[in-house]
């Protein structure tokens, strides 16, 4: 059976290998503990003991991290471990059994003194029989059995714990492609928290250059106290964006390290803002696409598979079933047990149930309507699975479409608040003028920037319900145990 661990992609851990400070680097185990170590290398206690380095990857390594570290990940590994030793379990029913067993009675029975002295071969009739006095006995035996034909319930049983191993992978391989989705999607909300926080530097800068200038102003007489105090309130108000901006940075990067399976205490970084670009979806029929690839599709036709396993299961119960069975015995009043020899019994068995009330008819027909059920769940399944298709597709398609209004709208801003600027130092505007188109621009850059990354999303999401999240992503060569 394949082990449960997660894949490391060669590519990736070269491209990490890079000496730039930029660069990501690879994720690797945690360091032992500094308790650990400070007691292994306590002949040299003059140096001191480092602490873990921080985990700084980009969006490729942060896959990679949950994929080994999410605890819904590992979870869902411990339940296919389980049910393949359930596979094993099932098979065992096709082999004979064999068992030994040993027994030690005392006794003043008559009756069980006569059959204990029987089977040692040392009966004799002379005495009271009444009367016996004790008797112990000590029993060896081995047992032999095999069932030979049941039915086909053993098979049918052995099907159903391997189909019941694969809905558990199809569910892992489903918590694998919204893992991803999820990981991705999160990270690219760190990246949009740092434009905005950027965009809202930004702001503060240009409101700070023009309050010095209106401060310059006032000094002349060229500008009163109001204009004065209304850039200083934009100026607080842009200060307040960078905090919230910053706030939202850190909500994401915390929501990140969920998904990471990181703890509190550990370092982590999420690096490559600007270089990370979700691939672009592939050309073709979006539903075929999701129809073979998403896990939910196949887990469900396992499902039906089981089902109709199922039906067969309890139709065995209308055949007979046969066994075959052996056992070697000696029986002493002692430990040699050799002294008198032994004893064998062997035989086959027929069972066959002709009449039980109807209720192996009840049982099938309970397994036909169980079938009934998972087909009307595949459909279920299928129909949803088109939906989320369509819905993921429009919104990306809405997404496209809003890049482009925003950013042209960006450009006209800019020029706007150009024009606003030189109008404004030439006495023809006002400050609120001025502030107007500021706060414009500003509301338009993060407008775009929203866009922009909502394109990266949503293509992230498209990937995710077409099940080909992987594509662009290092993939595990290994299963977490």
Partial sequence: PMRMTVLVTILFLAACASTSPDAPVA?????????????????????????????????????????????????????????????????????????????????NDPVLV??????????SMAGDMNNPGDSTNIRAAARVGWMLYDGGRNQARIDLARIDSEILEQERESIVNQLKASVIDTSLLVFMAEEFLHVAEESVKLVG??????????????????????????????????????????????????????TADEPFELVG?????????????????????????????????AAERGIDLVKGEYLPTFSAFAEASTNSSNLDLTENGGFFTGGLTLEWSLFEGGRTKSRVAAARARMMEAKAAERKVLIQLEGDVRHAELKLHEANERLAVTE?????????????????????????????AEVALTGARVRFVTARFDVERATADLRRALGICEAGIPQPDRLVP
Avoid: C, W
Avoid at 27 to 52: F, N
Avoid at 114 to 123: A, P
């Fill in 27 to 107: 994720y690797r185990p945690a360091s032992p503990d500094p308790e650990v170590i400070s007691e292994v290398g306590s002949e040299e206690a003059d140096e001191p003991v480092r602490a873990p380095e921080p985990l700084a990857v980009d969006v490729a390594g942060a896959v990679m991290v949950a994929l080994e570290r999410n605890p819904d990940l590992r979870m869902a590994a411990a339940r296919i471990l389980a049910s393949r030793e359930g596979v094993d379990e099932a098979k065992s029913a096709l082999f004979p059994t064999f068992g030994v067993g040993a027994s030690f009675v005392g006794t």
């Fill in 114 to 123: 006569f059959m204990q002295r029987l089977r040692q071969k040392d009966l």
């Fill in 209 to 262: 250059e023009q309050l010095k200038i209106s401060e310059s102003r006032l000094e002349v007489g060229a500008a009163q106290r109001s204009d004065v105090l209304s850039v200083e309130v934009r100026l607080a108000m842009a200060r307040e964006e960078v905090v919230r901006s910053a706030n939202a940075r850190e909500r994401a990067l915390s929501a990140l390290r969920t998904l990471l399976g990181l």
């Fill in 273 to 305: 803002a600007g270089s990370f670009t979700v691939p672009p979806v592939p050309e073709g029929n979006y539903y075929d696409v999701a129809r073979a690839n998403r896990p939910e599709m196949r887990r469900i036709e396992r499902s039906v598979a």
């Fill in 408 to 436: 042209k709208t960006e450009e006209q801003a800019v020029e706007a608040l150009d024009l606003i600027q030189a109008r404004y130092e030439s006495g023809a505007a006002t400050i609120t003028e001025y502030l107007d």
